[in-house]
């Protein structure tokens, strides 16, 4: 089977859907992060095959842009994991939770 | 089965199989392992599709940056590397059928979709007409993104430093602490200096 | 665009007043003189741009439409409300006043960007900006766990939501192959409903679910909302909010309008699920700032119609609804900021210690249940109508008006507990003449809204 858009459409889909299941299932604030991660990069990889599909510089530019806001977003999110860190000694979002009552 | 398709499909392994692996590995530097080869095989991807420019941008920015920044991390939140916890059943089962659902739903929405090729004309996405449309003004010019987007930049530095730096500790208890160190040593320079002058 | 401009060069000049003034209370003065001067600003834009034609700037980046720069004066005109009301309290949470200043400076870049937007890539960067001060505002108070635990959860669920977002975006760009949003509704109708389309529309709307708390995504928000210093809930759960319905409404009217039969029932069915889970939750809570978050989640509810609604009277809807609510949220915010104890006991007694607090906050309560004469009453009047001049979805207005009753319980608890109910509140900071005297304009701001909501809706 010859590879063609579609392809490119549903392997980008499997990688999103693999990364939504992550951050519902697990509950360090880190892996969450990294499954976010994994999202953005399934969009990336889709936009720049339609922009291979379309021949249209669009869509890469709109990449470079997720770029730097994913990583202005991976800044600012670990600073908050580190000061969360400081105070109660885990990641786990559970910890959190239990904190509360 | 021709070259292309046996990278493609070795392609999408690494990246899916390195994908899972993040997500359900319970040693969190494992995870960010397996992340790394999930990027690289997406890097991977963008040669496959002659991007080489976006490319290299891939592995510079999420595989030299972002990835480093998360290891950065672990290392400063999991002293040890001892196992998580298993994430409880009924959630493992309930995240999991919700992706899958929504990742099905998705497909068969959009199996239907065929692709033409492009109807208007459009730009050709090579590297150099993509540095000239980030910052030109004329048609397809991407200035005010690119100007605004360093706003956000901004922003997002102002807020790490804000958010990072250490509350002090009322100030009375901490001064003579720091006198008590730094007198003595400040004293043994000023000895150390006047010998050498004698 | 040079309300952006502004903004931008303000909330650097607040970086570095932070380094050159150490005394707290002129940075907040300050402050409170840039945000009038921004008001001024976008009073300049919006009177140098004509009604009929729209300009489009940047390669139609942004496009500055009448109702976007009315919205943008107004919403301008709430934060210079809140920072007049709140400035005081904000000197209190931490030590980078200035810092805290220059971030609201940025989320109100946010806001016009979002207000203006003609691209999804700016509004992309859009929400992007709003966002992330958000989190940093959200965790500002390092003394409380439950600030940094506020901050990370909204880190996460706003990271979350970005990434469906984006989503939603590609697959819209592979069906239209472009991502200007006018451009967008040509290009998608050449034949039947392309599907790539449909899932992208469902998938930003579950997106903008997340970012304007309506259910099922709106588990984060009571937590978020509770553990954030009060000062900054305030500007959060009105301004911002405001700015995320209104993107929600624009990218739907523009784009969306004509495909309306696909989407309209799940979104029916959100604003349904919203209201209910909204308004019942509420009932039960102890805490008022926590009631209040509920509530902002039920007020979503109502905001929903307007992007419900395809036709013109949605912007009237948004735009009243958006000041309504922020003004009277505002205003009870800055009255509950000044008490110490959060749950409803902490109100008993109010109107014998306080009578004018007591008086305010009944009026506010007023507008926020839609009593008449309020601003709260003429707001829900114009979504609903909005939705009943569609003609369908006439179950949905009726179930709103049930539930609009049930809002009128918890509201009128904390003017019960302030009337009838003995006890001494502590207040924990003094209330001068000056708070008194804003406290008073904020009321006639509502009482005003409620009698000649005209007047707000001129320029739309």
Redesign the interface.
């Not at chain 2, 459009?122 to 090579?126: D, F, G, R």
């Not at chain 2, 003004?137 to 993104?145: K, R």
């Given at each position: 089977m010859p590879v063609n858009s579609t392809h490119y459409l549903f392997l980008s889909l499997l990688l999103f859907s693999i990364g939504v299941m992550g951050a519902l299932m697990r509950r360090n604030a880190i892996i969450i992060f990294m499954c976010i991660e994994l999202m953005l990069n399934a969009v990336n990889l889709l936009l720049v095959a339609f922009s291979k599909i379309y021949a249209d510089a669009n869509a890469q530019l709109f990449v470079f842009f997720i770029m730097v806001v994913a990583a202005a977003e991976v800044a600012v999110g670990l600073a908050i994991i580190v000061m969360m860190y400081r105070k109660v000694h885990s990641v786990d979002i559970n910890i959190l939770n239990r904190l509360k009552h | 089965m021709?070259a292309?398709?046996i990278i493609?499909y070795l392609l999408?392994a690494t990246?899916?199989g390195g994908?899972?692996m993040?997500?359900?590995s319970r040693k969190?530097f494992r995870?960010?392992v397996f992340?790394l080869f999930?990027?690289i095989g997406?890097a991977g991807?963008?040669f496959f599709?002659?991007?080489e420019f976006?490319a290299a941008?891939?592995v510079v920015?999420?595989v030299g940056?972002?990835v480093v920044?998360?290891l950065?991390?672990?290392f400063?939140?999991?002293g040890s590397g001892e196992d998580?916890?298993k994430?409880a059943l009924g959630?493992?089962v309930?995240?999991?059928l919700?992706?899958?659902i929504?990742?099905v739903l998705?497909?068969y929405?959009?199996?239907?979709?065929t692709?033409q090729g492009?109807?208007?004309p459009?730009?050709?996405?090579?590297a150099g007409?993509?540095g000239a449309?980030?910052l030109s003004?004329?048609?397809?010019?991407?200035?005010?993104?690119f100007e605004?987007?360093s706003?956000?930049?901004?922003?997002?530095?102002?807020?790490?430093?804000?958010?990072?730096i250490?509350?002090k500790v009322p100030e009375q208890k901490v001064m003579p602490k720091i006198k008590e160190e730094t007198e003595p040593v400040e004293l043994e320079v000023v000895e150390e200096l006047k010998t050498e002058e004698v | 665009m040079k309300a952006i401009i502004a903004t931008t060069v303000f909330g650097v000049i607040m970086m570095f007043a932070g380094l050159w003034v150490n005394d707290k209370k002129s940075i907040a003065g300050l402050a409170t003189f840039l945000f009038a001067a921004l008001l001024g600003v976008t009073i300049w834009d919006l009177t140098t741009t004509s009604v009929n034609s729209p300009k489009s700037l940047f390669n139609d980046m942004l496009r500055s439409e009448h109702y976007s720069l009315w919205f943008n004066t107004i919403m301008t005109g709430c934060s210079l409300l809140y920072v007049l009301l709140m400035g005081k309290e904000v000197q209190k949470v931490g030590k980078y006043v200035s810092e805290y200043f220059a971030l609201i400076f940025f989320i109100l870049c946010g806001l016009y960007l979002l207000s203006m937007y003609n691209n999804l890539l700016m509004m992309f960067i859009g929400i992007e900006i709003l966002s992330i001060p958000q989190y940093i505002l959200a965790g500002s108070d390092k003394r409380n766990l439950k600030s940094s635990e506020a901050s990370l959860k909204y880190f996460l669920m706003g990271a979350f939501s970005t990434g469906i977002l984006l989503m939603g975006i590609t697959l819209l760009y592979g069906a239209a192959r472009t991502f200007n949003i006018t451009e967008m509704v040509t290009l998608m109708h050449s034949d039947a409903l392309n599907p790539l389309a449909l899932a992208g529309i469902l998938f930003i709307m579950i997106a903008f679910s997340f970012k304007v708390s309506a259910a099922p995504m709106h588990m984060w928000t009571p937590d978020v909302y509770d553990g954030s210093p009060t000062v900054f809930t305030a500007f959060m759960a009105t301004v911002v909010k405001s700015a995320a319905f209104f993107a929600f409404l624009r990218l739907f009217q523009v784009s969306f309008n004509s495909l309306s039969e696909h989407w309209v029932m799940v979104l029916a069915i959100i604003t349904a699920a919203t209201l209910l889970v909204g308004n019942v939750t509420a009932v039960f809570q102890q805490s008022v700032k926590r009631m209040l978050a509920y509530s902002s989640i039920a007020q979503a509810g109502f905001m929903l119609f307007a992007v419900l609604a395809v036709n013109a009277v949605a912007w009237q809807g948004i735009i009243i609804y958006a000041v309504a609510y922020s003004v009277a949220t505002i205003g009870i915010f800055a009255v509950l900021v000044k008490l110490k104890d959060y749950t409803y006991d902490g109100f008993n007694g109010l109107a014998q210690r306080e009578p004018l607090l007591a008086f305010v906050t009944t009026i506010f309560l007023f507008s926020l249940a839609g009593i008449p004469l309020t601003g709260g009453f003429m707001a829900k009047y114009y979504v609903l109508l909005a939705v009943v001049q569609q003609g369908q979805l006439m179950w949905l207005v009726i179930f709103a008006l049930l539930m609009a009753a049930i809002s009128v319980y918890y509201y009128f608890r904390v003017i019960i507990a302030m009337y009838f109910k003995a006890g001494t509140p502590e207040i924990s900071s003094p209330v001068t003449g000056g708070d008194k005297f804003m406290l008073v304009v904020t009321c006639a701001l509502v009482i005003l809204l409620g009698v000649l909501p005209q007047l707000f809706l001129t320029k739309v």
């Open positions: - | 021709d292309r398709t493609f999408a990246v899916i994908g899972l993040a997500v359900t969190i995870s960010a992340l999930s990027l997406i991807f963008y599709l002659d991007q976006i941008v891939q920015v999420y940056g972002i920044l998360i950065f991390s672990i400063l939140t999991h998580m916890k994430p959630r493992a309930f995240s999991a919700a992706a899958a929504g990742c998705t497909m929405l959009i199996s239907e979709h692709f492009s109807g208007k459009a730009l050709e996405p090579s007409n993509i449309q980030m003004v004329t048609e397809y010019g991407f200035i005010l993104p605004v987007v706003m956000l930049l901004l922003a997002a530095m102002i807020g790490c430093i804000v958010i990072a250490k509350v | -």
